[in-house]
């Protein structure tokens, strides 16, 4: 079983930064990786962004490549999303999940509560 808990959203003004977190527990480590993916009303999910438990690796989606990064501390168990130059079509439910790859597809469902994003002046 895995236990997820998302935290860091809020509300920012364009431009602005957001750090993210999610701490894991539970079989989340016999997954590869965690990916975080996100949700805005009325449109499909989207990945975010991956990262690997075991060497680090990342992967980013282009809508946010040099604006966000992944990074996780093993010993924390946790992963953490900074997100800088925020944009107002970056407002979504932000979710975290174990993943078998940096950059899979996206999961028909979330286990953990997601943490709501939302760039407005």
């Known amino acids: 079983q895995v236990h997820l808990v998302e935290s860091g959203g809020g509300l920012v003004q364009p431009g602005g930064s957001l750090r993210l977190s999610c701490a894991a527990s539970?079989?989340?480590?016999?997954?590869?990786?965690m990916a975080w993916f996100r949700q805005a009303p009325g449109k499909e999910g989207e990945l975010v962004a991956g990262?690997?438990?075991?060497?680090?690796?990342?992967y980013y989606a282009d809508s946010v490549k040099g604006r966000f990064t992944i990074s996780r501390d093993n010993a924390k168990n946790t992963v953490y999303l900074q997100m800088n130059n925020l944009k107002s079509e970056d407002t979504a439910v932000y979710y975290c999940?174990?993943?078998?790859?940096?950059?899979?597809?996206?999961?028909?469902?979330?286990w953990g509560q997601g943490t709501q994003v939302t760039v407005s002046s």
């Open positions: 539970g079989r989340a480590f016999s997954w590869e990786a």
């Open positions: 990262v690997s438990w075991t060497d680090g690796s990342t």
């Open positions: 999940q174990p993943t078998p790859t940096i950059a899979p597809t996206v999961p028909p469902g979330y």
